[in-house]
């Protein structure tokens, strides 16, 4: 049994192994996309005690990366609607090649290698026709792109390849934009967010949906455990007065499981979840606030409330052995409750894992 004090401690102490395959670049345990202080972008590595190994330019501001399971090279997406995905190599930052979402589209932000490495996938928006689209990159012929298949649903936004290697899971977040509105969100009174899972084909071969009363929740973010245990996160999109659950558990073939903590520390997240993973050896999970300051930690088999930590501006958040590592907007780099380094960067939403082992 493991107890509270012995979890608490463990949150403190975690640490990523480092992951062979990038030891060219000085064994980065992260990637992160950040803000110099003369405004620029750039994407960043970290090891799991805080220190950059490798800093990229990027052309604009950036949002997530994906990591190849293999060699030391990364996708750097751009923030919606943006169409540009920069594939870099991290050992002396060139960039090899420049992804640009097909005319109608734009990127979201988020991609997920295969297994293998050989395939690319991106998640897109065809705007004209208000659907969501995953796009097919040949990584073997340079990124080209191969084809696409529908998300599943409207705003598609993260993207991640189950344990089983053969299939995807997708938050479509359910809200209609256009890039001539900017970021504004067109369809909020009818919006219908869903979780799908789709073959490496691209059939469906799931889809879950929340309860009629929740259909404002848009579902964005996802982790997922080595069981397949999906964890996704949601952004509130109705009044400021509701405080539905900000985050969901599933697992295929089950009925989602929605996990709130008690009403004052909810309410504390400000309906805004904006980053989630898994940690303590898969028996917890976490989600972040940047309008709220919160993270908040989870056990799974309770369902409960474990712990909960104020942190200007935090949501860059990623799994440790038994815990979680953060980043932030004020530039902090470190483990939940513990010691931060501190760096001159704004730090942008998301936090990814390197878990390869190559």
Known sequence: MVTRRRMLAGLAAASLLPSAGWSSVGTPDYLSAARAPNGSYLLAGLTATGEITFTIPLPARGHAAAAHPVRAEAVAFAR???????????????????????????FYGHGAFSADGSTLFTSENDYEAGEGIIGLWDVTQNYTRIGEFSSGGIGPHDIKLL???????????????????????????VMQPNLSYISLAGG?????????????????????????TVAFAM?????????????????????PHLLSAPEAAHRAMQGYAGSV????????????????????????????????????DVCGISTAPTGFFLTTGTGLVGRFRANKRQHPLQWDNHLIAITSQA
């Open 163 to 189: 344990p089983d290697g053969q299939s995807l899971v997708v938050a479509n977040g359910g809200i209609e934009t256009h890039p001539d509105m900017g970021r504004s969100k067109l369809n909020i009174p």
């Open 277 to 312: 993973a898994f940690g303590g050896e898969g028996m917890l999970v976490a989600i972040t606030s940047p309008r709220g300051n919160q993270t908040q930690v989870f056990w799974i088999d309770r369902r409960e409330l474990l712990v909960s930590q104020t942190l200007e």
């Open 80 to 106: 919606r609607p943006g169409t540009f995905a920069l594939v870099m190599d991290c050992r002396d930052g060139t960039v090899l090649k420049t992804l640009t979402a097909p005319e109608g589209r734009h």
């Open 235 to 255: 952004q509130w999109q109705g009044s400021k007065s509701e405080a539905p659950p900000l985050l969901g558990l599933h697992q295929r073939g089950e009925t």
């Open 204 to 228: 469906v071969l799931e889809q879950v949906e929340l309860t009629a009363s929740l259909h404002k929740n848009s579902i964005r973010h996802l982790a997922v455990r080595q069981d397949g």
